[in-house]
């Protein structure tokens, strides 16, 4: 007779296993990327197939005693899968396999011990690297998004919030096994947690799968100079705009954006930008973080809102759509689009175009 925490046990397997092979077996862009994110769904689901296998009483023993050794893996992975979907020059070096020591030392211990090496400070130590791993997650998705605004005119770049609500879910998941091991320790029988703990990683799971290969497919991720640059501006001293040599950049900046329409590029970058105005990039960065008080994207896309408010206020036909206006201003994300739109305006394009028409 299967209980409910069975079937849960089944769906993730099931569900787990098709979604890793389909991912395996269809590698051909983004490589390194999706197979760690196949690794990730194919390692939870070999861990709940044994937890399943030990509640039936197959190789109980077995299934248990190894039971802490996955935890180990899970905080490597996800920080690697985060790098892959942030940095466009991401890549495997030797030096990355010191982040493999604490699965192999538990690995070792299991072997050694005949089982007996998964005991409480095993877990401990799992949940705290856990959740060091986690916290470095967030913290280079948040050094990603200063880079993308500094570098970058495209607003859909920095929608990396799956992810962050993916952590906090894995978050939640370590935390409530922490809770589920304690109520062990003192003998409490607490089902409605085990419940909980497989209920989000089922979530996890799918959340991973299809926003995986949706939106993170798009992107590119950044290289090392344009961290360099996003370093740089953070310890420096304001430019004094007002000087003459400066005034005349800001006007060349200036000519080119109205006359050339260079912003109508949806990948335009600063170092291409910087390169069409015979500027440095670092003067330019620091021209428009200090004269306009604005990072790169929000300065390109304010610009892009302008030519859009003119052309829907004056159309080239009757006919023409607010994709059409969207694509034309050098946006290529509806959501973005309208976000940037009604940041600035306070209406979205329907409704400014509703009251102009």
């Given at each position: 007779?299967?209980?409910?925490?069975?079937?849960?046990?089944?769906?993730i397997v099931f569900q787990g296993t098709l979604l890793s092979l389909y991912i395996f077996l269809s590698l051909k862009k983004n490589v390194k990327r999706n197979f760690l994110l196949a690794f990730i769904i194919g390692i939870l689901s070999l861990q709940i197939?044994?937890?399943?296998?030990?509640?039936?009483?197959?190789?109980?023993?077995?299934?248990?005693?190894?039971?802490?050794?996955?935890?180990?893996?899970?905080?490597?992975?996800?920080?690697?899968?985060?790098?892959?979907?942030?940095?466009?020059?991401?890549?495997?070096?030797?030096?990355?396999?010191?982040?493999?020591?604490?699965?192999?030392?538990?690995?070792?211990?299991?072997?050694?011990?005949?089982?007996?090496?998964?005991?409480?400070?095993?877990?401990?130590?799992?949940?705290?690297?856990?959740?060091?791993?986690?916290?470095?997650?967030?913290?280079?998705?948040?050094?990603?998004?200063?880079?993308?605004?500094?570098?970058?005119?495209?607003?859909?770049?920095?929608?990396?919030?799956?992810?962050?609500?993916?952590?906090?879910?894995?978050?939640?998941?370590?935390?409530?096994?922490?809770?589920?091991?304690?109520?062990?320790?003192?003998?409490?029988?607490?089902?409605?947690?085990?419940?909980?703990?497989?209920?989000?990683?089922?979530?996890?799971?799918?959340?991973?799968?299809?926003?995986?290969?949706?939106?993170?497919?798009?992107?590119?991720g950044i290289y090392q100079a344009d961290i360099d640059l996003s370093i740089s501006m953070s310890h420096r001293l304001r430019r004094n705009t007002e000087l003459e040599e400066n005034q005349r950049l800001i006007k060349r900046l200036e000519e080119n954006l109205?006359?050339?329409?260079?912003?109508?590029?949806?990948?335009?970058?600063?170092?291409?930008?910087?390169?069409?105005?015979?500027?440095?990039?670092?003067?330019?960065?620091?021209?428009?973080?200090?004269?306009?008080?604005?990072?790169?994207?929000?300065?390109?896309?304010?610009?892009?809102?302008?030519?859009?408010?003119?052309?829907?206020?004056?159309?080239?036909?009757?006919?023409?759509?607010?994709?059409?206006?969207?694509?034309?201003?050098?946006?290529?994300?509806?959501?973005?689009?309208?976000?940037?739109?009604?940041?600035?305006?306070?209406?979205?394009?329907?409704?400014?175009?509703?009251?102009?028409?």
């Open positions: 007779m299967f209980s409910f925490t069975n079937v849960l046990h089944i769906i197939l044994c937890i399943f296998l030990a509640n039936r009483n197959i190789q109980s023993n077995l299934f248990q005693s190894i039971n802490c050794i996955y935890g180990f893996l899970y905080g490597p992975l996800l920080f690697f899968y985060t790098r892959s979907i942030t940095r466009a020059d991401f890549k495997f070096k030797w030096p990355d396999l010191v982040h493999g020591v604490p699965f192999l030392v538990t690995l070792l211990g299991v072997v050694i011990t005949a089982g007996n090496f998964c005991q409480p400070q095993i877990y401990i130590a799992y949940a705290t690297i856990m959740l060091i791993y986690i916290m470095s997650c967030f913290l280079e998705i948040r050094r990603y998004k200063k880079v993308v605004q500094d570098n970058y005119s495209r607003l859909d770049w920095l929608n990396l919030d799956w992810l962050q609500w993916a952590f906090l879910m894995f978050t939640l998941i370590v935390l409530v096994d922490i809770f589920q091991f304690s109520a062990f320790l003192f003998k409490l029988n607490l089902p409605q947690a085990e419940i909980a703990t497989y209920v989000l990683i089922l979530a996890f799971i799918n959340m991973l799968y299809f926003k995986g290969l949706g939106p993170a497919s798009r992107l590119t109205n006359e050339l329409l260079p912003f109508k590029d949806p990948n335009l970058t600063i170092a291409q930008l910087a390169q069409d105005i015979d500027i440095p990039k670092r003067t330019l960065s620091e021209l428009i973080n200090d004269h306009y008080d604005k990072n790169f994207v929000d300065f390109i896309n304010s610009f892009r809102i302008n030519y859009a408010k003119k052309r829907l206020m004056n159309p080239k036909d009757p006919g023409e759509t607010i994709l059409e206006v969207m694509y034309e201003a050098g946006f290529n994300s509806k959501s973005s689009f309208n976000t940037a739109f009604k940041k600035k305006t306070g209406l979205t394009p329907s409704e400014f175009k509703f009251t102009v028409s």
